[in-house]
């Protein structure tokens, strides 16, 4: 079955930066549409960004535009998302998802089971 694994979450430091890894298995990833979206507390999940197939399209929310960038490795079956300039505001569970529509859907994409960032000083 499809399974997304998360990792490199954690506290950091407003203007500092991490990166996000997602490891998929059980389909074809090379296939689909990868996206990550987030969820801050107390409010509903926010589609962060996209990225298509082959990687050479991507396309970001206003909010993260110019600080985040997506990218994947298809031979490693792997999406990434690089956090830069990171603002309390980023703080949320993030997850990386498997969009079967072509683009991001709360109803239909497959999530992971997400990890927290904390933007703290």
């Known amino acids: 079955q499809v399974q997304l694994v998360e990792s490199g979450g954690g506290l950091v430091q407003p203007g500092g930066s991490l990166r996000r890894s997602c490891a998929a298995s059980?389909?074809?990833?090379?296939?689909?549409?990868m996206s990550w979206v987030r969820q801050a507390p107390g409010k509903g999940l926010e589609w962060v960004s996209s990225i298509i197939t082959n990687g050479r399209t991507t396309s970001y929310a206003n909010s993260v535009k110019g600080r985040f960038t997506i990218s994947r490795d298809n031979a490693k079956k792997t999406l990434y998302l690089q956090m830069t300039s990171l603002k309390p505001e980023d703080t949320a569970a993030y997850y990386c998802?498997?969009?079967?529509?072509?683009?991001?859907?709360?109803?239909?994409?497959?999530r992971g089971q997400g990890t927290q960032v904390t933007v703290s000083s």
């Open positions: 998802t498997r969009d079967r529509l072509g683009y991001y859907s709360s109803s239909d994409s497959s």
């Open positions: 059980g389909f074809t990833f090379s296939n689909y549409v």
